[in-house]
């Protein structure tokens, strides 16, 4: 009887397993064909082109509101090696160099406005792929347009956070390297992984609630964490890929970089939307186990 008992316990264990498998393969294939239906991939793209328009100006907004404080280029090479690929952090380190020695007042409300506009426009192309991949947005007409606007503010102020908590973070390990304990600095080499991981899932998580109908209560995290940990990832393994490669520029001449920079916001693009995809097929599929335990439970 005991060893009947086991049998049909394994035999429990194995319908649960395949039941498993077969939901995540659901998952996977219902992501897979929003992914091709909606034209994920084109909306990617528009979030590439817009995010790579806001970068520069967001950096200028960031240089007057650090002051000193504002990453030299650098500390900012320090910061961003691994994570930015090789062309694209050259560009950036020398644009930071020539804003932090040419800043003025025309430079900055240039800045500002380009900011506020290239933002918003970030998270207007988000909100409408959402939008078309839930059913319905979140916000329609002309409220829509001035919550994109309150989104570039509120993002400029979690970069500028950011760049604090990431540049004393660096100081702190070095301040204890120099006086305590050798080798603490080295720590700093993952340690800001880990803070762009806490970044990332903050500004993610904050899009992702934006971005849902205002009738849902409830919310998954699993797409979030997911998504910000993919673009930790991706962004190394991209790094570290056009790293090996030194022909790149022979191909796109001055604009090398520029490409580079496009096609590492464009893959940054589609695990952003892919994220909360996941979390909105999880809350389809859970509504619908539902509905079937009701009808399971009437009959």
């Known amino acids: 009887m005991h060893k009947r008992y086991l049998l049909r316990g394994n035999c429990t264990m194995d319908k649960n397993i395949k039941k498993n498998m077969r939901k995540s393969s659901n998952i996977l294939r219902e992501m897979l064909r929003i992914y091709l239906e909606k034209r994920v991939s084109r909306a990617a793209a528009e979030l590439a082109y817009f995010l790579v328009l806001s970068i ?15 990453p030299s280029e650098k500390n900012f090479i320090d910061m961003a090696e691994g994570l930015v690929p090789a062309g694209t952090l050259s560009i950036l380190s020398d644009y930071i160099g020539y804003i932090s020695s040419n800043s003025n007042s025309a430079m900055v409300t240039a800045g500002i406005m380009l900011m506020a506009t290239t933002a918003a426009a970030v998270f207007r192309s988000i909100h409408s792929i959402m939008g078309e991949i839930q059913g319905k947005p979140r916000y329609k007409g ?25 540049f004393a973070g660096n100081w702190f390990l070095t301040f204890l390297s120099d006086h305590f304990w050798i080798g603490v600095s080295d720590a700093w080499t993952w340690l800001r992984f880990v803070m762009l991981f ?18 849902i209560d409830e919310h998954f995290l699993i797409g979030t964490f997911l998504a910000s940990i993919s673009l930790v990832i991706i962004s190394i393994c991209f790094s570290w890929f056009v790293g ?27 695990i952003l ?14 509504e619908e186990f539902k509905q079937a335990n009701n009808k399971d439970n009437n009959v």
Do not use: D, H, Q
């Open 142 to 166: 002309p409220f829509s347009l001035a919550v994109s606007f309150i989104f570039a503010i509120v993002f400029l102020g979690v970069m500028y956070f950011g760049v604090i908590v990431v």
């Open 56 to 70: 520069f100006p967001m950096l200028i907004c960031l240089n007057a509101m650090l002051g000193n404080m504002f």
């Open 198 to 215: 806490l970044i990332l899932f903050v500004i993610i998580g904050g899009v992702y609630r934006l971005t849902e109908p205002k009738e």
């Open 273 to 286: 939307i892919m994220g909360n995809v996941l979390n909105y097929v999880l809350r389809c599929s859970k």
């Open 244 to 270: 090996l490669s030194s022909r790149y520029p022979l191909v796109y001449g001055s604009l090398a970089s520029m490409i580079v920079l496009m096609a590492w916001l464009y893959l940054c693009g589609n």
